[in-house]
């Protein structure tokens, strides 16, 4: 948003609209009024949307939120990359909403008023807005809130929660973090809404690992393309089911793996796309930072009768003491956090693979990493949204680079 004094950043505010706003800082302002709407605003149909923090694109029509994706994208290459995306694909899309299959609650109980407040965070605060619905959260998760409310605020632990996950795979996992694990009593209350729910429980106390209330109950599971994978609460999981195994489908069509190829997949997490491409013939070197990760990736592996070979390692350190990183890969897939890999992009541009496909869920570092592809003899072959995160301003991208000839 631009005034008289240069640019600010105004949130709820849209290009080319007339507005009042009050100035916040050298760069930020907050929104007064809106004197001349932009054509592709609409109103948001969720009625926590002016205080709770969860997503904040429901305001911009939905084509217009993927446009504007694509266009932060491309700036931040200008930017950060000094490159012009030429070849976009058209954006991967699915559900809107009641797409997202995790949903984290925050909680207080006040003990004087014997009240749970149980909600998500208002923007820009730690203060709960306390819902009884969320519109992109899979309905199977706010079936829930109400029921799960009363339970919470009947237990002696309801003191001591930090916060409660909710997540919709083949089963609903309920995931309550704990200073103590339950007394028997509270964990009787617990047994019994889950048998009247359906519900598996997981329990995570302070430093620990989530355990399952009931040993019988068996891991959760997701499923990728051409796969199911078996998953534990805490693990890392795509937030949209559906875009999920799109963009695993999309990014190996642009891998291309076949039998003779060698593919390095970096930041494995459970085997989300290195089942897939082992499926395919590919021979599969996975690493992962996480070694509870890897040993669910080998295991996923071994109930599909696949071989792959995984590893630990610190991929922003030196590599040169693991054994994995002196075989010659021609291919390389990875899938960073938002920090993105500073350092891993170099030790691939090291190591010339053919062809990169890079997924990510943060363009800037994005941008920063395709600089060094970019510098070693990569081109940028193509570029697409992946609308995995529809109503907020999150963004995930996916790139193919091959080695100029």
């Known amino acids: 948003m631009r005034d008289t004094r240069g640019v600010r950043f105004v949130s709820g505010a849209l290009s080319n609209e007339v507005i009042d706003f009050q100035p916040q800082g050298k760069w930020q302002g907050e929104l007064v009024k809106i004197?001349?709407?932009?054509?592709?605003?609409?109103?948001?149909?969720?009625?926590?949307?002016?205080?709770?923090?969860?997503?904040?694109?429901?305001?911009?029509?939905?084509?217009?939120?993927?446009?504007?994706?694509?266009q932060v994208v491309s700036e931040?290459?200008?930017?950060?990359?000094?490159?012009?995306?030429a070849n976009w694909e058209s954006p991967l899309t699915a559900d809107a909403w009641r797409y997202r299959r995790r949903l984290r609650l925050a909680c207080h109980w006040d003990g004087k008023r014997?009240?749970?407040?149980?909600?998500?965070?208002?923007a820009s605060s730690k203060a709960i807005v306390e819902i009884n619905d969320c519109l992109i959260s899979d309905e199977a998760l706010t079936r829930l809130l109400a029921p799960l409310r009363d339970l919470l605020?009947?237990?002696?632990?309801?003191?001591?929660?930090?916060?409660?996950?909710?997540?919709?795979?083949?089963?609903v996992s309920v995931v309550l973090r704990l200073h103590h694990m339950p007394a028997a009593a509270d964990l009787g209350r617990l047994t019994n809404f889950a048998q009247q729910h359906q519900v598996h429980f997981w329990l995570q106390s302070d430093g620990a690992a989530p355990q399952p209330l009931d040993p019988q109950q068996g891991m959760p599971s997701y499923t990728s393309w051409l796969t199911e994978l078996s998953f534990q609460p805490g693990d890392f999981l795509q937030a949209h089911g559906q875009?999920?195994?799109?963009?695993?489908?999309?990014?190996?069509?642009?891998?291309?793996?076949?039998?003779q190829d060698k593919v390095l997949e970096l930041y494995a997490g459970s085997g989300n796309f290195s089942l897939p491409m082992a499926k395919q013939g590919a021979?599969?070197?996975?690493?992962?930072?996480?070694?509870?990760?890897?040993?669910?990736?080998?295991?996923?592996?071994?109930?599909?009768?696949?071989?792959?070979?995984?590893?630990?390692?610190?991929?922003?350190?030196?590599?040169?003491?693991?054994?994995?990183?002196?075989?010659?890969f021609n291919k390389v897939l990875l899938d960073p956090a938002r920090a993105g890999a500073a350092h891993a992009i170099k030790e691939v541009c090291a190591?010339?693979?053919?062809?990169?496909?890079?997924?990510?869920?943060?363009?800037?570092?994005?941008?920063?990493?395709?600089?060094?592809?970019?510098?070693?003899?990569?081109?940028?072959?193509?570029?697409?949204?992946?609308?995995?995160?529809?109503?907020?301003?999150?963004i995930e991208c996916l790139t193919w680079f091959e080695r100029e000839a």
């Open 35 to 70: 004197k001349e709407p932009a054509a592709e605003r609409v109103s948001a149909p969720c009625p926590y949307y002016q205080d709770c923090g969860g997503c904040d694109l429901q305001h911009l029509e939905l084509a217009a939120q993927r446009q504007h994706k694509q």
């Open 76 to 85: 931040l290459f200008a930017k950060f990359a000094e490159h012009q995306i």
């Open 114 to 122: 014997r009240r749970l407040k149980l909600g998500l965070r208002q």
């Open 153 to 171: 605020a009947q237990l002696a632990l309801v003191s001591q929660l930090g916060h409660v996950e909710l997540i919709a795979t083949n089963v």
């Open 243 to 259: 875009l999920s195994v799109a963009l695993v489908k999309q990014a190996l069509h642009w891998l291309d793996p076949q039998a």
């Open 283 to 328: 021979q599969v070197t996975a690493i992962e930072g996480v070694q509870s990760m890897v040993d669910r990736l080998l295991q996923n592996a071994h109930q599909h009768g696949l071989d792959i070979s995984a590893f630990q390692a610190d991929l922003s350190q030196d590599w040169q003491h693991y054994d994995w990183a002196h075989t010659e």
């Open 351 to 394: 190591r010339q693979p053919q062809r990169v496909i890079y997924v990510s869920c943060a363009p800037d570092t994005l941008a920063r990493d395709a600089k060094i592809l970019l510098a070693a003899g990569y081109r940028l072959e193509r570029a697409q949204i992946v609308d995995m995160f529809p109503q907020t301003h999150h």
